[in-house]
C-alpha cells in the first residue's frame, strides 16, 4: 500500500517546514544526548533558510564526546530528554558502558509519541566521512523502553552514481522483546536531491517508505513512548582541505496520530 493510502487512516499530528525565523523550541531541543556529554558540546550548528533547515558540521566543531566517541562531530535536534543524576548510568540511548551523565538536564518531553506515521522531506550528501539520519528512541523512563526505530539513515559512503544504499529497520539496544532487524537497501535515486522518508509504527510492524512507496516491512514494534532524533555525523578528524560547513538540508517533518485508538 502506498503512503498516501495509509495516511487514510491518519490525521496531521505535528508539521514543521521550517519557514520561522528559528527553531520550533516547542518540538525541537538542538542538541545531541547532552547527559553524556555537555550542553556546549553537544550543541547543534543549525540555520534555518531558504524555507529550509540546514544541519551543519563545521570546520572548527569540536568532537561531541571525544573519550568516548572520539573525533565523532554532531549536530542533532531531538524532540526530548530523560536521564538521572550526575555520575549516574541512567539516561537515554546509553552508547558507551562507560558512559555516566555529567551535566544535569531538565528532562522534558516535547514530542514523544506512541505509534503514528514520521516522514521527513530531506536531501543527504555523499560526503565519505559523513552520515544523516531520522531515527526513533524511547524516552527510556525505564531501561527496557530503549529501542530504536530507524525511518532512515545514508552514510556517504554508500552513496554512488544513481543510487544508494539507505539504512532502515529496528535495533534492540536494552529492549528484550525486540530482536535487532536491520537492512541497507539500495535503491535507484539520487539521494544529495531531496526525498520523502517515511514510517509507519503501528503495534505489530513498521512499515518503511521512500517517496512514497513502501519499501520494507519490520514485523515486530517498540510498544511505549518515543522521541524523535534527527542529526548529521561526521566520523573522522576535520579534512584540512574539505569544504565546509557540512550540509544535511531539511525541507519538512510531518508526524501523523491515528484517527482510532489501535
Known amino acids: 500500500m502506498r503512503l498516501a493510502e495509509v495516511l487514510q487512516g491518519y490525521v496531521l499530528d505535528v508539521e514543521d517546514d521550517f519557514e520561522g525565523e528559528d ?90 509519541p506512541r505509534y503514528g506515521v514520521f516522514s521527513l522531506r530531506a536531501a543527504a550528501l555523499d560526503d565519505p566521512g559523513c552520515m544523516v539520519a531520522l531515527w526513533m528512541i524511547g524516552y527510556e523512563d525505564r531501561p527496557e523502553r530503549s529501542a530504536e526505530i530507524c525511518v532512515f539513515e545514508i552514510f556517504g559512503r554508500n552513496v554512488g552514481e544513481g543510487s544508494a544504499a539507505i539504512g532502515i529497520g529496528v535495533h534492540p539496544f536494552g529492549d528484550p522483546a525486540i530482536e535487532d532487524d536491520f537492512e541497507e537497501v539500495r535503491l535507484p535515486i539520487d539521494v544529495t536531491e531531496p526525498h520523502e522518508y517515511a514510517a509507519e509504527w503501528t ?46 538540508t531539511i525541507e519538512r517533518f510531518a508526524a501523523y496520530r491515528p484517527l482510532a485508538k489501535s
Open 23 to 112: 527553531l520550533d523550541r516547542s518540538l525541537w531541543l538542538p542538541h545531541y544526548l547532552p547527559q553524556w556529554s555537555s550542553g556546549e558540546a553537544s550543541a547543534a550548528r543549525y540555520e534555518l533558510s531558504g524555507g529550509a533547515l540546514h544541519l551543519l558540521i563545521d570546520a572548527g566543531q569540536g568532537p561531541w564526546c571525544p573519550d568516548l566517541d572520539g573525533p565523532t562531530r554532531v549536530s542533532s535536534l531531538q524532540t526530548g530528554v530523560f536521564s538521572g543524576p550526575v555520575g549516574s548510568p541512567i539516561g537515554q540511548h546509553r552508547f558507551h558502558p562507560d558512559a555516566v551523565v555529567r551535566e544535569t538536564q531538565e528532562n522534558v518531553a516535547l514530542y514523544t
Open 203 to 248: 503495534p505489530k510492524r513498521v512499515t518503511f517508505f521512500v517517496d512514497g512507496r513502501p519499501v520494507r516491512t519490520v514485523h515486530q514494534s517498540p510498544r511505549y513512548p518515543m522521541q524523535l532524533m534527527l542529526g548529521i555525523y561526521e566520523f573522522d578528524d576535520p579534512d584540512p582541505g574539505a569544504a565546509y560547513p557540512k550540509r544535511f
